[in-house]
Structures are given as structure tokens and as C-alpha cells.
T-cell receptor, first 112, second 113 residues
Framework: GAGVSQSPSNKVTEKGKDVELRCDPI?????LYWYRQSLGQGLEFLIYFQGNSAPDKSGLPSDRFSAERTGGSVSTLTIQRTQQEDSAVYLCASSLTTTPQYFGPGTRLTVL | QKEVEQNSGPLSVPEGAIASLNCTYS??????FFWYRQYSGKSPELIMF????GDKEDGRFTAQLNKASQYVSLLIRDSQPSDSATYLCAVKPYGGSQGNLIFGKGTKLSVKP
């Protein structure tokens, strides 16, 4: 079946602009995760959704970052007033239970 | 601070040899351990997961877990040039978020023909 999909695959924006990144998880997967990967760095956990429970936002680096998940499926990660240090690959993953996690292709964000 | 440590490499092995990738973790209560393969410019792909002490084999891959030593490894037998990638070790720590995995920074493997 279809894997995790993300859009856009690439996003170039200007400093100070808002961006929205989209994730469509594997059908039936109840858990959805956002990570980011900066050049030469490991994967950094951002936020986790499980079913209808309140999301775990413990990894969000600042209040400029937010995410929502509508209807228990598609998720949108929003970054407001983007900064150059936000440039990274944003990865979405989903799982049937808490693990293992399967990753989407990622969105490469470049903030000029 | 819960950490996962990997040698960044590059680890270079000849084609047909066994590649041994190692990972240590700081949270003694960790329960689940994962190896992901990441080709350059691509997203991580799940290779193996292991929950119990000992070895778990899947084709050319063997994951080894030693919870007492807080050590997990991945062996790749009969290494192929197509195995050249960065291998990420990930650990689900005890407590905290039910979903959060802690990732190492990865070991870059190069298999020479």
C-alpha cells in the first residue's frame, strides 16, 4: 500500500514568512510524528499525535512552531515567522501503534 | 539527557565483508531499539528492530542487543556497494512520550567494490 506522503518536497521561503508542511500518514496508522534533520545533525523529535489524545509537543523548539492533525489523519506543521535556523529537512513518520515508525520522503525547507 | 551514541565513521569495508555498526545508549530503562538506513538525500528506512537481549536475524542483517552493557549493534553480512549509506540507531527510552525515539547521528558506511 501507499506509504507516508509529504508535501511540498521542497520549500524555499524568505525570512519572516509563515510556512505550512503537510503529512499524510499510512492509512490506518493512529500515531503520527514530526522530526527535523539539520545538515550533519541527528533527527530531532518535534511533536507526536496518538489517536484522539492531546499531542506531545515537548520537542517543539519555540512557540513559532505548531502542528495539528485533522480527523485523525492528515497533519500540518506550521512555522510562523521563519528564521534561517529553521532550514532543515522536516520528516513525518507514522506507526500502527507506538513503534516501529515509517518515514515519509520529507520536506526540505530553505529559509533565505 | 538521554543520549544515543554512534561512531560517525566513515566505516569502509570491502564488498563481501561483514560490516559491524555499533550504538550505545544512556537510558538503562530503554525497551525498544531500531536501525534505520538513510541514503544520501533520502529519508530513513526501517531495517531492523529488536526488543529482547540477544540476536535477531533478517536476511543479511543481524541486530544484537545487550541491555546490561547498553549496547546494540547491526551486522551486515556479504556487504554490497548498495549497502553504502548512513545507518541510524534509534532507541525508545523509558517513560516520557510514548512515541518519542531518540536517534543517534548515524554511522556512514562505505562498501568498496
Amino acid at each position: 500500500g501507499a506509504g507516508v506522503s509529504q508535501s511540498p518536497s521542497n520549500k524555499v521561503t524568505e525570512k519572516g514568512k509563515d510556512v505550512e508542511l503537510r503529512c499524510d500518514p499510512i492509512s490506518g496508522h493512529t500515531a503520527l510524528y514530526w522530526y527535523r534533520q539539520s545538515l550533519g545533525q541527528g533527527l530531532e523529535f518535534l511533536i507526536y499525535f496518538q489517536g484522539n489524545s492531546a499531542p506531545d509537543k515537548s520537542g517543539l523548539p519555540s512557540d513559532r512552531f505548531s502542528a495539528e492533525r485533522t480527523g485523525g489523519s492528515v497533519s500540518t506543521l506550521t512555522i510562523q515567522r521563519t528564521q534561517q535556523e529553521d532550514s532543515a529537512v522536516y520528516l513525518c513518520a507514522s506507526s500502527l501503534t507506538t513503534t516501529p515508525q515509517y518515514f515519509g520522503p520529507g520536506t526540505r525547507l530553505t529559509v533565505l | 539527557q538521554k543520549e544515543v551514541e554512534q561512531n560517525s565513521g566513515p566505516l569502509s569495508v570491502p564488498e563481501g565483508a561483514i560490516a559491524s555498526l555499533n550504538c550505545t545508549y544512556s537510558d538503562r530503562g530503554s525497551q525498544s531499539f531500531f536501525w534505520y538506513r538513510q541514503y544520501s538525500g533520502k529519508s530513513p528506512e526501517l531495517i531492523m528492530f529488536i526488543y529482547s537481549n540477544g540476536d535477531k536475524e533478517d536476511g543479511r542483517f543481524t541486530a544484537q542487543l545487550n541491555k546490561a552493557s547498553q549496547y546494540v549493534s547491526l551486522l551486515i553480512r556479504d556487504s554490497q556497494p548498495s549497502d553504502s549509506a548512513t545507518y541510524l540507531c534509534a532507541v525508545k527510552p523509558y517513560g516520557g512520550s510514548q512515541g518519542n525515539l531518540i536517534f543517534g547521528k548515524g554511522t556512514k558506511l562505505s562498501v568498496k567494490p
